[in-house]
């Protein structure tokens, strides 16, 4: 069964040749979509052996759907793989074993990542496992078309999930963490607010069958829940929850920045963001010009996919 392995980058030259490095064993086919890098990423992938393409980035669902449209993809199973992340050498030994095995109604894997934040394995908090759908039979998979939170969504047949190490280790510092989830939280507002606007479609394919389980429930947890909660209170009673009922404290000092950072701060900022663009946004009046104000007040295109490559 060949697997080719699909890597997203910009500017990963710090953990792209790990990622790759990872999966070596047992990919047949390694395609980066890059987005441009000023750094040796297109470089270190080219020394890999790595087909590179380049494209200009909208957002991950639309990037990684481009791949698989225009990747020229002729494996038997495809995966996603970010750069940041790692397959453990038991988790590609049991891939190897597996996939030739696999009845032909088995379409999709889910593998239970974990996260390591300052160097720690961060075991609690509800931080593991995270099921997350990365391995599919190809023609039977996609990514979700949405701004936050995609996943990648089967049809076809059923899931499986697989044990071993799969390991989300970002090798930057809390600067570029506290950046990067900046970003996440403007994406993770407009989801939001499209949702109490209905201002574009929006992919909702995303059920306990087509990925897993625990990813369907913890969307309509935050959905049908916990956004209908102000947000002080929300994001507050969220990080309580996850350090004390969930266990977080037993993280250690690595715990209590990441559980404060992405269980509070980061929650907090998401709603802070959907208030302040909401304040805009019920002073127009129509959905046409609501998603105009949208685009200017976030920078981003938030209509049809883009052509730029």
């Not at 190490?165 to 989830?181: R, V």
């Amino acid at each position: 069964m060949s697997i080719t392995v699909v890597v997203l980058t910009y500017n990963e030259e710090l953990h792209l040749e790990r990622a790759l490095r990872s999966v070596a064993s047992f990919a047949d086919d390694v395609l980066v979509v890059d987005s441009h890098s000023t750094d040796r990423t297109v470089e270190i992938a080219q020394a890999a052996g790595a087909r590179v393409l380049q494209r200009k980035f909208d957002n991950q669902a639309r990037q990684f759907n481009w791949a698989l449209d225009n990747g020229e993809i002729a494996s038997d199973w495809i995966m996603r793989l970010d750069a940041d992340e790692i397959i453990e050498p038991d988790l590609a030994a049991t891939i190897s074993a597996t996939l030739p095995t696999l009845p032909g109604d088995v379409v999709g894997i889910n593998l239970k990542r974990k996260h390591i934040f300052l160097d720690r394995w961060i075991r609690h908090g509800g931080r593991y496992p995270l099921l997350m759908l990365r391995l599919w039979r190809r023609g039977h998979g996609r990514v979700e078309d949405r701004w936050m939170d995609e996943h990648v969504v089967v049809s076809g047949g059923r899931t499986i999930v697989l044990d071993g190490g799969f390991a989300d280790h970002n090798l930057h510092d809390i600067g570029y963490f506290t950046a990067k989830h900046n970003a996440y939280a403007t994406r993770e507002a407009i989801e939001v607010l499209n949702r109490r606007y209905g201002l574009f479609t929006t992919d909702g394919s995303l059920t306990g069958e087509s990925a897993s389980r625990q990813a369907a429930f913890k969307r309509f947890v935050k959905e049908r829940i916990y956004n209908a909660i102000p947000f002080p209170l929300s994001s507050l009673g969220y990080f309580l929850y996850r350090y004390f009922i969930q266990l977080g404290f037993l993280d250690g000092m690595p715990g209590l920045i990441y559980h404060f950072l992405q269980g509070f701060w980061y929650r907090f900022l998401v709603g802070a963001k959907v208030y302040e663009f909401d304040l805009v946004l019920r002073g127009c009046s129509s959905a046409g010009e609501r998603l105009e104000r949208l685009e200017q007040l976030t920078g981003h295109r938030l209509g049809a996919a883009s052509q730029g490559d």
